[in-house]
């Protein structure tokens, strides 16, 4: 009788060491979601509510979903009141969010950054916020190093490839490059991959640059899927390609998984 008595004790104890959020939050923050994700820690009942654009099926997360910027109403607002807000750099939201009064706001700034500094920043800003999560956390950093060792061993591509925000529509190219951000911003800075010379985030392409093209190298297209979609990579006419991901344009550990499924494919079909 003893023993049943001890272990049901168990049992009731455990949710109280269980990882969790320490107090009510919404996230506008696409980083901080991703990273909500990685550590199981959606269906928490302290997580009020996440961003609408943020890469999540409604299977994971069942709560309210918000817009940002423009997008938050006055209404919106006032649910916010007493709940940490996090959301990334945005001078329309941090304005929004100090008009309505608010003052537990969390501003993520990523900029510069690529996919690993962008999830090990979120991880550390989190973790004030987070209780009795260090299994979790160690085991969502050990995983992104292991997936950082992995792309870095990779053999660096022979002829540059350039990335596009968008996808590609029969010969018509997106009219912004992806040159320092992201994925790709990680595949230069490590000589991965050679790209667009620039130290601009995003460069409008021009006829002249297009002109100068040999055909050898590979224009990219990227483009997000929803939810519940599995990773693609096409081929085009010539040497052009689109790739799609969910999260591929999430900054975050969303990026991370894409680096990896586009890094394994792009093997097997060059």
């Known amino acids: 009788m003893k023993k049943a008595f001890s272990l049901l004790a168990l049992l009731w104890a455990l949710p109280i060491f269980a990882c969790q959020i320490k107090h009510e939050i919404i996230s506008l923050s696409a980083p901080v979601t991703g990273v909500l994700a990685e550590l199981e820690l959606l269906d928490d009942s302290r997580l009020k509510g996440i961003s609408l654009f943020h890469p999540i099926d409604k299977k994971s997360f069942k709560g309210e979903r918000f817009g940002g910027g423009v997008f938050l109403a006055q209404k919106t607002l006032k649910a916010f009141k007493d709940k940490t807000v996090f959301f990334d750099e945005s001078g329309e939201t941090a304005r929004r969010l100090k008009q309505a009064g608010l003052t537990k706001t969390v501003q993520i700034k990523t900029r510069g950054m690529d996919p690993f500094e962008v999830t090990e920043k979120t991880l550390k800003i989190l973790e ?143």
């Open 128 to 270: 004030a916020h987070l209780s009795n999560c260090p299994t979790e956390v160690l085991r969502l950093r050990l995983w992104a190093a292991n997936e950082k060792q992995y792309l870095l061993a990779q053999k660096k591509l022979q002829h540059p490839i350039y990335f596009f925000l968008g996808e590609i529509r029969g010969n018509k190219l997106p009219e912004l490059l992806m040159v320092n951000d992201g994925p790709v911003l990680f595949w230069t800075r490590n000589d991965r991959i050679r790209s667009f010379d620039s130290s601009l985030a995003y460069v409008r392409w021009g006829e002249k640059w297009r002109k100068a093209l040999t055909g050898k190298e590979a224009l990219v297209g990227i483009s997000e899927l929803k939810p519940g979609n599995k990773f693609e990579l096409h081929k085009g006419e010539g040497r052009l390609w689109n790739v799609k991901d969910v999260g591929a344009l999430t900054p975050g550990p969303s990026q991370i998984r894409f680096m990896r499924h586009f890094t394994d494919t792009w093997k097997e079909k060059n």
